[in-house]
Structure formats: C-alpha cells, structure tokens
C-alpha cells in the first residue's frame, strides 16, 4: 500500500514498539493517531514528531474497552478524514505458572492482548472497506506460535491473536476486499513491556506477594528483553509488511527452529518438545 500522505492509527503508541512503528510510518510520510493509556509518554510522542513537522494527535485510550476503541476511530476520522494502517499493538504480559494465576489476570490480559485487536478489526475494518483501501496489523509474538511456560494467558491471547489474523487476512483475499492484514511476531524487543505490566496490572489481580521463583522468572525475561532488539527496527519491518502487503513479520526468523521442533516431536513421538 501507498504510504505517502496516508493516515496510521497506533495502540499502545507512546512506549516501545508501537513508537518504533510511529517512527517508520512518519518517515514513509505518513499521519499519525497514537493511542495509550499513559498519557505522560502520549504528550512526549507528540512533542516528538510535532517537533519534526508530522500531524500527530494523541488520544488517551483503553483498548479493552470497545467505547474507547469506537471513539478513537472517531477522533482518527474527525481530524484527518479517514484511516488507512491500524495498528493493534497495545499489550502487557506477567509471568506466572499456570496453577497461581487468578481468573483477575487471566481477564486481564485476555482483555487486553486479544479483546483489544478484536475491537480494532471490528471498528476499523468497515473504515477502511468504505474507504477502499487500508491494512490492518496486529501485535502477537513468539508466543502466539509456541507456549512457553509460565505465560498461560499471555500465550492464550498472542495464539488468539495469530488466528484472528490468518482467518481474516483468508476472509478478505477470499472476497477481493480492498484491505489486508498482518500478524507481527516479535522476539525479545528491548521495551518498558515489563515495568508497565507490573505498573498496569489491575490491584485485585495482585497477588499478596510473588514467590521468589516467579520474581526470578520476571527478572530473567526483563533481561533477556534488555538483550533485545531496538523497537524502531521493528517498526521499519512492519513498514515493509504494510507497503508491501506480506502476512507474516518475524523479527528473529531463526527462533521459529521453536515451532518446527515442536511439529517435529508432534509427528515423530507425539510428545509436546522432544528432548
Ligand atoms: N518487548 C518484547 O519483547 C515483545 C515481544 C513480543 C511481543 N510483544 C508485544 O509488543 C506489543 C508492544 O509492547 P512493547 O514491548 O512495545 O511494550 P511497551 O510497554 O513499551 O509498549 C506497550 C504500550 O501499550 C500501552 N498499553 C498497555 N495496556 C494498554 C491498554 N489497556 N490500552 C492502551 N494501551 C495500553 C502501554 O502504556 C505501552 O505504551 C505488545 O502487544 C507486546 O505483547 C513485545
């Protein structure tokens, strides 16, 4: 899809990736709508790329809240006329085993990671059929491809997620629609994701106190994501994907050897990973 001149609504768009995606679209000429819940690091975006000459209006949005996602729509059209890239990126993620997590954090995170990118195609897409054109991303992860432990209901929602996508990206080429879609699966992106899990999380999901050994699994991620690669390169590979219309965005393609191991095992033993 053309990019020049066109408008990007971004969730989650103040921190992160979703900044990164801000970034590159700007770069390619694009509008911005950035949408978050922080509204501190809302104001700093605009400053950012007001200062460099971009249109950018910022709204304060929850993305499980369907409302919030309808008015965002709304603000996207009022101010530029109409929507061409949405991104549903906003998302949050705590490490738990799965026999501690309360059904509070299942909800929220299933909220947030799956309900949120749910809203997205159901508000947006009618937008952008009208209008003729538009691409539609959604945020899953490595973990919306094989689960890992400790992360039930984040890989819950991230494989939700994937298929939401790979059945609508199917739906749309199956009836020429002029909009199409992709899934970025990213691996370890050095972000704020785990301080604004922790900062977000709502107070009766809060567990009294967490183990020890759950402290260290978050401590252990916090640093593999350190580690990791710098969220403006992944906002040029979803750029790529918009302009040029491909399904899949894999930011490690080396670590999908995790997926094909655990086909392997499927077929070979039918055990889950094989030794
Ligand atoms: N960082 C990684 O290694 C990694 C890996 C795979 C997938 N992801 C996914 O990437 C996406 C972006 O995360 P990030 O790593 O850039 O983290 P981040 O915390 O830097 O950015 C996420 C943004 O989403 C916002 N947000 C959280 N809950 C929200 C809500 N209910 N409504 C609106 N905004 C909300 C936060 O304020 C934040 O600005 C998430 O969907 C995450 O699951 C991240």
Redesign the pocket.
Known sequence: METQGRVAVI??G?????RGMARAFAGAGMKLVL????EA?LADAAEEFSGKGVEVVTRR????KLEEIEALAQVAQDRFGGVHVLCN?????IPTPTHKLNLDDWRWMID??LW?PIYGVKVFLPIMEAQGEGHINS?????GLVASGMMGAYNVA?HGVVALMATLERDLRGRKSPVHSSVLC????N???SR?SVE?RPSKAKPKADGEKDGRAGSRIQAM?EQ?MH?DEVGELVLDAVQRDTFWVLTHPNMIKLVTRQFDAMLDDGSLTKA
């Open positions: 969730t989650g103040a921190s992160g990736i979703g949408a978050d819940l922080d690091m949005t929850d993305v499980s990126n906003a998302g949050i993620g947030v990671d949120g945020t899953s992860s490595l973990a991230k990213p691996g370890p992106i972000t704020n994701i604004h977000y994501l990791g969220p």
